[in-house]
Nanobody, 121 residues
Framework: QVHVVESGGGLVQPGGSLTLSCTASGTIRSINDMGWYRQAPGKERELVAAITSGSSTNYADSVKGRFTISRDNAKNTVTLQMNSLKPEDTAVYYC???????????????WGQGTQVTVSS
């Protein structure tokens, strides 16, 4: 069984910072890409940032220069450092881990439960 758990959301003023963390645990053979997505009310879920097992990164244009994604492969953890936050960053942030289970050659995507980020004065 695999669990993906996020932490670190909350309320912050515009211009502030937050750090989101996500850990994948359970019986895992390997983890490939990990990423953060967000979904605002009335909008579709969108990719915020992703990172490969080799630490190559990809960012949405709207967060480039403000957000930084990183990972610790030994701890199966991915972190999203969010700076210069704007009200339009308000959303539920979800962690996704694409991983392989022992004995399987297939890759599966696992989602966390989401953590709320609210940027407001």
């Amino acid at each position: 069984q695999v669990h993906v758990v996020e932490s670190g959301g909350g309320l912050v003023q515009p211009g502030g910072s937050l750090t989101l963390s996500c850990t994948a645990s359970g019986t895992i053979r390997s983890i490939n890409d990990m990423g953060w997505y967000r979904q605002a009310p009335g909008k579709e879920r969108e990719l915020v940032a992703a990172i490969t097992s080799g630490s190559s990164t990809n960012y949405a244009d709207s967060v480039k220069g403000r957000f930084t994604i990183s990972r610790d492969n030994a701890k199966n953890t991915v972190t999203l450092q969010m700076n210069s936050l704007k009200p339009e960053d308000t959303a539920v942030y979800y962690c996704n881990a694409r991983l392989k289970l022992p004995g399987s050659r297939y890759e599966y995507g696992y989602w966390g439960q989401g953590t709320q980020v609210t940027v407001s004065s």
